[in-house]
């Protein structure tokens, strides 16, 4: 226990509160954690005092509880209501970025402060909504989380928990008692999760894996995670001979353009058919055909990523598709921790544009519908509202089984027509200024990542699409015109508003 020393202004029963937060998000067990810690204190003849500040929804903000115990010794003590940067003698982080975020708001200091926390990602919002990847760099908090710290536990708490059929809780609790932090001993620990009477077998086993990880008899940065495994393509025999005849094929292709152009056939084969399959390494050829070994293949190999992208576009079809595959349904029901018996509920959450519908329709239905404002007017009138399929059951299962198994006419709609337009016109753009600067039509290929998803997503992509691949023309004759192009495509992917992508265009304009 680490004590603050009283001053001479200071009462010294002040100086022998112990101050706890707790810094968690939606689902998390924070305020179970929270509820065996108070217990604790009591049984052990402390007065305590618990409090919690909700965070936003499920990931825009942690929940901080907060927990003050001293002994009855002195008297009834006054606690605080919330914890005050540079006054917290443990903290209990229940993820790595609720580590930074503790860090950067001042609670873990080195003069006093006990880390533990967890060193898995439970990404939040904005992670996910940034264009790229948005993802924090968990290295960075590490190194800042130990410089800020007196003392630092971290592990991988939740998959210990989970390993031993329980949650997260239960794995902070076992390293709160491992760590020494509170004077008591481990056996008040484990009975505060009996008194509490729920999971109480599991919660024990998940207390003991973090208790061992506190006191070092397991690694705690271990990674014993199985490596993902590679996707294969199974099928019926007689289609599964023409994606063998595929995969011959491709291997004709020069040896650095390969193993990408087998990455790509799986995914466009997995979007569509063998045939759409044969459809993607014709356009590659086309491109292999115009590359040569005098600059590594660079064209051909980011070409075959991209062009599948492309051609594996995200359409009603692939969404519904993807959300009604087995392997996706056994995924939730791990993530849950449901067992065999146990019924789990699904709720799908869509809200359809009238573009979405239009693009549904067979393509030259579907162009005068798009030309023809009161037409769309009333598919989002029919359409454009918020709607939740609860997918367990039967009726809205089937509606995007339905859905998802409308591969053999996805070619004929109007989505389709748009997006091999678009493909094909990103295509000659990228590769006609090969002759003249071969970088720079390698890093005009790579702007294609910069669409993706559907609905609103998609829309964004191709507004940041279009500019970047505009400023190729005040760019050509440049040397540096690649690596600007390459800069353009970094700022479209830093912010979902374009503000960086505007700045830099700014930039390149004032080179004309």
Not at 256 to 279: E, I, S, T
Request: one cysteine or more.
């Amino acid at each position: 226990m680490n004590m603050v020393l009283p001053s001479k202004t200071t009462d010294a029963r002040v100086a022998q509160i112990i101050k706890l937060a707790v810094m968690a998000v939606g689902g998390q067990g924070g305020g179970v954690l929270t509820g065996w810690i108070e217990a604790l204190g009591r049984a052990q003849g402390y007065a305590v005092q618990a409090t919690s500040v909700a965070g936003v929804a499920q990931r825009t903000g942690a929940t901080i509880y907060y927990v003050e115990m001293a002994s009855m010794d002195g008297g009834t003590p006054v606690f605080a209501l919330a914890p005050s940067g540079g006054d917290v003698d443990i903290l209990i982080a229940a993820e790595m970025m609720e580590v930074g975020r503790a860090v950067m708001r001042g609670f873990v200091t080195p003069d006093r402060t006990t880390l533990i926390g967890s060193t898995h990602r439970a990404l939040a919002v904005s992670e996910k909504t940034m264009p790229g990847d948005g993802i924090a760099n968990a290295d960075e908090v590490r190194a800042a989380a130990e410089l800020a710290s007196q003392r630092m536990i971290l592990a991988d708490m939740d998959r210990l928990a989970v390993d031993q059929g329980s949650v997260i809780s239960s794995s902070l609790f076992g390293a709160l008692a491992g760590s020494g932090a509170l004077p008591f001993p481990r056996e008040a620990f484990e009975q505060a999760i009996r008194d509490g009477g729920k999971s109480v077998d599991a919660s024990l086993r998940g207390f003991e894996a973090g208790f061992q990880a506190a006191q070092g008899e397991t690694d705690p940065l271990e990674d014993v995670s199985a490596p993902p495994a590679t996707p294969k393509i199974v099928g019926p025999k007689a289609r599964m001979g023409n994606w063998q005849a595929l995969i011959e094929r491709s291997q004709s292709l020069p040896a650095p353009v390969v193993w990408m152009a087998q990455a790509g056939l799986m995914k466009v084969v997995d979007f569509q058919d063998c045939g759409y399959g044969r459809v993607y390494l014709d356009r590659l050829d086309q491109v292999v055909a115009q590359d040569s070994a005098d600059h590594d293949w660079q064209l051909s190999v980011t070409a075959a990523k991209y062009i599948a992208n492309a051609m594996a576009y995200d359409d009603i079809i692939r969404v519904a598709d993807l959300k009604t595959r087995a392997p996706r349904l056994h995924r939730i029901r791990g993530e849950m921790g449901a067992k065999d018996g146990n019924l789990v509920e699904l709720t799908e959450f869509f809200h359809p544009r009238a573009e979405e519908v239009a693009s549904l329709m067979p393509a030259k239905m579907g162009a005068r519908w798009e030309a023809n404002p009161k037409r769309m007017a009333l598919l989002n009138r029919l359409f454009n509202k918020g709607r939740r399929l609860r997918t367990h059951t039967l009726r809205s299962f089937l509606m995007l089984h339905f859905l998802g198994g409308l591969k053999g006419y996805r070619l004929k709609t109007r989505r389709h027509q748009v997006e091999v337009a678009h493909l094909e016109g990103w295509l000659r753009d990228s590769l006609a200024v090969r002759g003249q600067d071969y970088a720079l039509a390698v890093e005009m290929l790579k702007n294609r990542r910069l669409v993706k998803g559907y609905s609103d997503t998609h829309a964004r992509g191709l507004t940041k699409f279009g500019t970047v691949m505009g400023a190729a023309t005040l760019l050509q004759g440049r040397k540096d015109a690649a690596e600007w192009m390459n800069r353009l495509r970094e700022a479209a992917l830093q912010d979902p508003e374009g503000k960086a992508l505007d700045g830099a265009i700014q930039t390149v304009r004032s080179f004309v």
